[in-house]
Each structure stands twice: as structure tokens, then as C-alpha cells.
């Protein structure tokens, strides 16, 4: 069965950090992984695709990379904000479907 | 309007009730998907459409019925729910459903089923 595990499940931080957030899956058949923001309530606002070939994407202030070999993947954020608060969803893509994490929940506090 | 919309955002319905959720994506994607995100738990695939075909039914019980008349469109028929069903539904999208497809989301139905 493929899985995908977040750790931490919750982060709590002051403005101005640099923190990296983490992603496992067990599964070698996972292809991309993609990295997702959700806001309470709302959907899920795509921030990171990271194709099967490749090693790392960045946005901004967002880097994530990808590991196929040892499973896993990071999400670096520089420089929190509060307007970064938020959940944050790792998914693995296999073969018709997205495979979720649980997500880490983020908090920046000024 | 832009990207995946979703109608209604909030819906509230009783156990007898029959309702429908609706999903239009606006990206001239052909594969789109139904996902159930329940408090505490991963979001969960329920069905995927390709080219308005069903190509998985990933285990949803029969009060959910699906139906995608065109590649735009996407709804998902509701009834005679349990109160355990409310969560919010996802729609998304992209453009194939190969592995190496980006999904794009809607903002989500909130469904409380009483």
C-alpha cells in the first residue's frame, strides 16, 4: 500500500525563521510530488510540482526538493511570514490518483 | 471565471435528503476528480473521470453517484447520507491522468449531513 507521511504534524514558529518542512513515502512507484497550501476551510492552492526527473522546484520563497531514492522530500520556506500560516500537503502521484499526507500544520506568530 | 469552481461552497442536508455537488473546471483539462477530506484523516480519492469516462472507484459507497456529462463538468449525486459523510469535497483537474499530470483544486464543498 502507498503511504505518505508528514513530519512534524504541527510547527509553531516567530516571523523571520528559516524551516523545512518533511515528506516520506514508501512507495518507489510514486512518480511526482507535488506540494500543496490549504487555508482553514478552503482548497488546496498547488505551490510546488516536482516532476519525476528531477531533483528540486523553487517558488520565491520556496524550495522544495526530491529524493525517489531514500523517499523522501522537503519543503524550505526562508524568512516565515504570518501570511505563511497555513496547512501544508505533500502528494505523491501514482497512477490515477494524488496520495496524500496528513499535512503539517504551520503557525508564524510575529 | 478562472481555473476549477465549485457550487455550493456550504451545504447542509438531512439524512433523506437528495442533493448534488457541482464541479466546472475552466483549463481545458479532460481527466477530473472527486476527493474527500474528513476532519483529522488524509484526503481521500473517491473517483476519477477521464474524458468523461469512469476510470476508478476507489471503494465509495452507492450514496455517492457520480456523473460527468462533459469534460468541463463534473457533479456528484448525494444521498441518503450518514452524518459520518459530512467533510469537505474536493474537486480537481489536469490535463491527462498520467502520473506526471499536475492536479489543480477548487475551493471545496463544506457538507454537514444531520
Known amino acids: 500500500k502507498q503511504e505518505v507521511t508528514q513530519i512534524p504534524a504541527a510547527l509553531s514558529v516567530p516571523e523571520g525563521e528559516n524551516l523545512v518542512l518533511n515528506c516520506s513515502f514508501t512507495?518507489?512507484?510514486?512518480?511526482?510530488l507535488q506540494w500543496f497550501r490549504q487555508d482553514p476551510g478552503k482548497g488546496l492552492t498547488s505551490l510546488l510540482l516536482?516532476?519525476?526527473?528531477?531533483r528540486e522546484q523553487t517558488s520565491g520563497r520556496l524550495n522544495a526538493s526530491l529524493d525517489k531514492s531514500s523517499g523522501r522530500s522537503t519543503l524550505y520556506i526562508a524568512a516565515s511570514q504570518p501570511g505563511d500560516s497555513a496547512t501544508y500537503l505533500c502528494?505523491?502521484?501514482?497512477?490515477?490518483?494524488?496520495?496524500f499526507g496528513a499535512g503539517t500544520r504551520l503557525a508564524v506568530h510575529p | 471565471e478562472t481555473g476549477v469552481t465549485q457550487t455550493p461552497r456550504h451545504l447542509v442536508m438531512g439524512m433523506t435528503n437528495k442533493k448534488s455537488l457541482k464541479c466546472e473546471q475552466h483549463?481545458?483539462?479532460?481527466?477530473m476528480y472527486w476527493y474527500k477530506q474528513s476532519a483529522k484523516k488524509p484526503l481521500e480519492l473517491m473517483f476519477v473521470?477521464?474524458?468523461?469516462?469512469?476510470?476508478e472507484n476507489n471503494s465509495v459507497p452507492s450514496r455517492f453517484s457520480p456523473e460527468c456529462p462533459n469534460s468541463s463538468h463534473l457533479f456528484l449525486h448525494l444521498h441518503t447520507l450518514q452524518p459520518e459523510d459530512s467533510a469537505l469535497y474536493l474537486c480537481?483537474?489536469?490535463?491527462?491522468?498520467?502520473?506526471?499530470?499536475?492536479?489543480?483544486f477548487g475551493p471545496g464543498t463544506r457538507l454537514t449531513v444531520l
Open positions: 473521470y477521464s474524458l468523461e469516462e469512469r476510470v
Open positions: 502528494a505523491g502521484t501514482g497512477y490515477n490518483k494524488l496520495i
Open positions: 516536482i516532476q519525476s526527473s528531477q
Open positions: 512507495d518507489s512507484a510514486i512518480y511526482n
Open positions: 483549463l481545458g483539462h479532460n481527466a
Open positions: 480537481a483537474s489536469s490535463q491527462g491522468t498520467g502520473r506526471s499530470n499536475e492536479q489543480f
